[in-house]
């Protein structure tokens, strides 16, 4: 079956522009997580979506940062006005249940360079 | 402040040796603690897993150990073999308030296995 998928796969912004990441889930997984990786670090947690409330927005570094999921399934991370601390990998991971513990897949992710 | 540590930035292993990888973690209130295995432009892929109820866990050639009181896990593959070689990551949760189930990463550990 098809897994976590996103797009693009690879953006550049020149700083200042804004940007769109979009996550699909795998079908059906009612828990959405969206993760920011800089280089040489392990992910960090930026918000989660259950079903189409955003429950946790804790992780987001700046109100330039924005997510939503309308209707419980694709998400999208909005950046507005990038800059160039901006740049990392953006995983976005999704899993079965939003109580209990289950495992979170990761898509590929999407690689920002901001110049 | 980092709350889950892996100090060993590298390591590399003979094939068919016992790879033994670290992580430490400070916050007591984590009680389900997991790893994951990334490959270079893939998302993190689920290893193996360990609730805090539990001080091993056993999944073919993988085996968790968990010290609570030394607040310590570690990771065994037995034997390694060259499609190991991965950067392994050591994640811990908790039902600390805000989103239950966010994952708490380290920084990676780089695991190389010579043939």
């Known amino acids: 079956g098809a897994g976590v998928s996103q797009s693009p796969r690879y953006k550049v912004a020149k700083r200042g522009q804004d940007v769109a990441l979009r996550c699909d889930p795998i079908s059906g997984h009612v828990s959405l997580f969206w993760y920011q990786q800089a280089l040489g670090q392990g992910p960090e947690f930026l918000t989660y979506f259950q079903n189409e409330a955003q429950l946790d927005k804790s992780g987001l570094p700046s109100d330039r940062f924005f997510a939503e999921r309308p209707e419980g399934s694709v998400s999208t991370l909005k950046i507005q006005r990038t800059q160039q601390e901006d740049s990392a990998v953006y995983l976005c991971?999704?899993?079965?249940?939003?109580?209990?513990?289950?495992?979170?897949?990761f898509g590929p992710g999407t690689r920002l360079t901001v110049t | 402040d980092q709350q889950v540590k892996q100090n060993s930035p590298s390591l590399s292993v003979q094939e068919g040796r016992i790879s033994i990888l670290n992580c430490d973690y400070t916050n007591s209130m984590f009680d389900y603690f997991l790893w994951y295995k990334k490959y270079p432009a893939e998302g993190p892929t689920f290893l193996i897993s360990i609730s805090s109820i539990k001080d091993k866990n056993e999944d073919g050639r993988f085996t968790v150990f968990l010290n609570k009181s030394a607040k310590h896990l570690s990771l065994h593959i037995v034997p390694s073999q060259p499609g190991d070689s991965a950067v392994y990551f050591c994640?811990?949760?908790?039902?600390?308030?805000?989103?239950?189930?966010?994952?708490?990463f380290g920084t990676g550990t780089l695991l190389a296995v010579q043939p």
């Open positions: 994640a811990a949760s908790g039902s600390y308030g805000g989103a239950t189930n966010k994952l708490i």
């Open positions: 991971a999704s899993s079965v249940s939003g109580t209990g513990w289950y495992e979170q897949y």
